[in-house]
């Protein structure tokens, strides 16, 4: 890359930062031009249904509210898997900004971690919705989803990694660990 590219290339890159901050008002990502009230009030209520790229519908809804943090249910409208519980936390920036943070459970390991960072990309797509009487773009979700699974792939194929390691040193001694939840049973032994 020749020196001048280099500058315009450099150029690009903080005008783009800069505009972005400007979109947020400064205020930074989750940002919203609300009073926290009004957020928290609109929310709390809220409900949006979408379809995900397999077809099938996914609705997210706020269940609860209790100090500014809203108690949000994903759950896919067919029955299959276990809804999800997430939160949006709702804080003022100032008298006009409002942040809404997703947050969903981590599980203690990579591919739990991942997908609860999916369901906090669910949950924004949700305030977004919400926030701007829109409906969530379900090829947005899957977009942000697969970013997620991407950054995360090397620890979780580090984790997989590590599992199937310590399994087949289990099977090269002939034992296996029994499972902690199960004192007295001797299966595998």
């Given at each position: 890359?020749?020196?001048?590219?280099?500058?315009?290339?450099?150029?690009?890159?903080?005008?783009?930062?800069?505009s972005?901050?400007?979109?947020?008002g400064?205020?930074?990502?989750?940002?919203?031009?609300?009073?926290?009230?009004?957020?928290?009030?609109?929310?709390?209520?809220?409900?949006?249904?979408?379809?995900?790229?397999?077809?099938?519908?996914?609705t997210?809804?706020?269940?609860?509210?209790?100090?500014?943090?809203?108690?949000?249910?994903?759950?896919?409208?067919?029955?299959?898997?276990?809804?999800?519980?997430?939160?949006?936390?709702?804080?003022?920036?100032?008298?006009?900004?409002?942040?809404?943070?997703?947050?969903?459970?981590?599980?203690?390991?990579?591919?739990?971690?991942?997908?609860?960072?999916?369901?906090?990309?669910?949950?924004?797509?949700?305030?977004?919705?919400?926030?701007?009487?829109t409906?969530?773009?379900?090829?947005?979700?899957?977009?942000?989803?697969?970013?997620?699974?991407?950054?995360?792939?090397?620890?979780?194929?580090r984790?997989?990694?590590?599992?199937?390691r310590?399994?087949?040193?289990?099977?090269?001694?002939?034992?296996?660990a029994?499972?902690?939840?199960?004192?007295?049973?001797?299966?595998?032994?």
């Open positions: 890359m020749s020196m001048n590219s280099r500058k315009i290339f450099s150029t690009a890159l903080v005008l783009g930062a800069a972005l901050t400007a979109a947020c400064g205020h930074g990502p989750n940002s919203y031009l609300m009073p926290k009230d009004a957020v928290v009030e609109k929310l709390s209520s809220a409900q949006k249904t979408y379809r995900t790229i397999g077809g099938n519908s996914r997210i809804k706020a269940t609860s509210t209790r100090n500014d943090t809203i108690k949000v249910r994903l759950a896919m409208d067919n029955g299959n898997g276990s809804p999800q519980i997430c939160e949006a936390i709702v804080e003022a920036i100032d008298e006009e900004w409002t942040r809404v943070t997703p947050s969903c459970k981590d599980r203690g390991n990579a591919m739990g971690d991942a997908i609860s960072e999916m369901h906090e990309k669910e949950v924004d797509e949700w305030v977004i919705a919400v926030l701007y009487d409906e969530i773009d379900g090829e947005k979700v899957a977009q942000r989803s697969a970013a997620v699974a991407i950054d995360n792939m090397p620890e979780m194929r984790e997989a990694l590590d599992a199937d310590e399994f087949r040193e289990q099977q090269a001694r002939g034992s296996f029994p499972d902690p939840g199960s004192a007295g049973n001797d299966w595998g032994q």
